[in-house]
């Protein structure tokens, strides 16, 4: 049987669910009785049955909990404040992969100055740190040639929203200064970069690429951005992310992939993605919720690392899902993903969800990986996908490397269910759009948009949230016990553990593993929690056994 309800009925169903997270509430439905019938209508979309009894004892609660539900959005809580509630990936005794903390990359050697400076556009950060420590380049003339590069492709692939020129050319020429007097800070020294605008900072507009924010400013830095100038780094851009970290489309259009302009870069850390592939920027910041750096890093064959949930402080990022946000680097090439990794990592104080973990890194030196023990998915890879042919040269690569491969399985959960989290989470990130009807300035409207989202997310009853929950701490203990006689696993990096290692908080290294259709196509590494020193190597060894990260796109149009 239908269920027919005019529409003031839906909504004050929506208000008298005692476990919703809000609803849109006005004083006319505030007034709107609550009754046993109404209750019974309610039930039907939560999947309950409670008798007339039974509905007719919550009737005190329910218009006791309505009242409070309007008290609580006249707070105007700001997306920058967490819930008193702070999810923690460690299962019940962990001990950490690492037990010191210690980083050391190699130096490039004898690395010259290219007589045709274009050549830049794709050196790696070390090779340009070579160049800047031994004066053959300086960081204004570095900051300079991709700050012009920025501006020269972003008409056409989009990846820009604010071009940070002014505080680029005061940081580069304090760099200059500084390496000059001999005081060298390390390998980010002079070094550009751009970062998604979901971060913070101070003089430029931070938009999280949305119409409903777009002349929005922050007074304030983000640890990631202070982090890594702190490092000598130089702010030259703020890059594109789909409207509030989903997909690509954003205010100004859609970003593109420098591969092949008809497409998009995906997203969510679309610019990022696509300004490095594109050798505009030596690298960038990217965040990922649900795929937001696995995704444009395939897409466009950038090479970016997922950091443990954690690792690296949100304070000053825009919240999607307080619980699942992460920030990491997408770069040329592994090494570069530790050494920009290494800058940001680590507790500040101001993120309360940050945890303290050693991080211990070395180059990895030659190819091997005997002795290392590696779990593939195996059920993944007996599937027909795009990338499966890749996906299978790519086990046989690591065992001529001499990995051992363990078949390895994920806990049998109902992943995509689980993720109700980052539905009601992000539903309370951006209640006030909902309720003040700022959600209709979204770029997209259509039924799996924010907008549809965001207003469904009140729907949610807060008990099953809960249980949402603590089948994530399920998925946490069951995965620790299969990854105990393991260093870490590979997989496709579109099947179930995008899903799963999201939830979990589990690390990955994604990067390119060939060609599909002229496009590249990629490999996801995942290793333990806070096992990101072991990632990198293992990564980075596969890596130097390749030339996949090695491949530009023409830039022909």
């Known amino acids: 049987m239908k269920l027919h309800l005019h529409r003031n009925s839906i909504i004050t169903i929506l208000c008298i669910l005692s476990f919703t997270l809000g609803g849109f509430i006005t004083q006319k439905f505030e007034e709107e009785k609550i009754t046993v019938s109404l209750i019974k209508q309610a039930q039907k ?33 700001s997306n920058s404040i967490a819930p008193a509630l702070n999810f923690n990936p460690l299962p ?47 960081s204004v003339e ?59 900072t101070k003089d430029y507009k931070t938009t999280w690429g949305s119409v409903a924010y777009k002349d929005q400013k922050i007074d304030m830095d983000a640890t990631v951005v202070t ?33 092949d302009i008809k497409r ?65 680097p997408i770069t040329r090439s592994v090494e570069d993903c530790a050494i920009v990794f290494n800058a940001i990592q680590g507790v500040d104080g101001k993120d309360l969800s940050a945890i303290a973990a050693p991080f211990n890194y070395t180059s990895q030196v030659g190819t091997s990986l005997k002795g290392t023990r ?9 599937l027909k996908y795009s990338n499966s042919s890749n996906d299978s040269i790519t086990l046989v690569k690591l065992k001529e490397l001499g990995a051992e491969l363990i078949p390895f399985e994920l806990p049998a959960l109902p992943y995509g269910d689980m993720l109700i989290v980052l539905s009601a989470e992000s539903g309370a990130a951006f209640q006030e ?18 907008p549809s989202g965001f207003r469904s997310a009140h729907f949610i009853p807060a008990v099953e949230y809960i249980q949402a929950n603590r089948a994530r701490a399920l998925l946490i203990e069951q995965l620790n016990q299969k990854m105990k006689d393991i260093d870490l696993f590979v997989a496709p990096s579109f099947g179930m553990n995008l899903r799963a290692t999201n939830l979990s908080g589990h690390p990955c290294v994604v990067l390119p593993n060939g060609f ?23 990564a980075q060894a596969y890596q130097k056994a390749t030339v996949f990260n090695q491949n530009h796109p023409s830039l022909k149009f």
């Open 227 to 259: 982090r890594l100038e702190n490092a000598g780094a130089v702010l030259i851009a703020k890059m594109t992310l789909g409207e509030l970290a989903m997909g690509d489309v954003w205010f100004g259009g859609k970003t593109k992939n420098p591969w």
């Open 433 to 450: 759009l909902s309720l003040s009807n700022r959600d209709d300035l979204l770029v997209r409207q259509d039924k799996n948009a924010w």
């Open 92 to 138: 019940a005794g962990y001990r950490f992969p690492d037990q010191a903390n210690y980083f050391k990359v190699s130096a490039q050697q004898n690395i010259k100055l290219p007589a045709d400076r274009e050549k830049l556009s794709f050196f790696t950060i070390t090779q340009l740190a070579g160049l800047i420590q031994s004066k053959q380049i300086t």
């Open 516 to 538: 599909r259709n002229g496009l590249p196509g990629s490999i996801t590494f995942t290793g333990q929690l806070f096992g990101e020193g072991k990632l990198l190597k293992v």
């Open 45 to 77: 979309i939560i999947g309950l049955d409670f008798s007339d009894a039974e509905a007719d004892t919550m009737l005190q609660d329910l218009e006791r909990r309505r009242k409070g539900y309007a008290a609580l959005r006249k707070l105007n809580i």
């Open 142 to 200: 570095l900051t300079r040639f991709f700050i012009n590069r920025v501006k020269k492709y972003d008409p056409v692939l989009l990846y820009a929203v604010s071009i940070t020129e002014e505080r680029a050319m005061k940081q580069a020429r304090k760099a200059d200064a500084e390496i000059a007097a001999g005081k060298y800070r390390g390998m980010l020294h002079g070094i550009p970069f751009g970062v998604k605008d979901l971060l913070a």
């Open 264 to 328: 998009g870069s995906s997203g969510s850390s679309a610019g990022s993605a696509s300004a490095v592939a594109a050798g505009c920027l030596p690298f960038a910041i990217g965040s990922e919720t649900l795929g937001s750096i696995v995704s444009p890093s395939t897409e466009c064959g950038t090479t970016g690392l997922r950091p443990s949930f954690g690792r690296v402080s949100k304070h000053g990022a825009m919240a999607l899902s307080w619980s699942m946000d992460k920030l990491g």
């Open 374 to 382: 590696i779990g593939y998915i195996r059920s993944e890879f007996k």
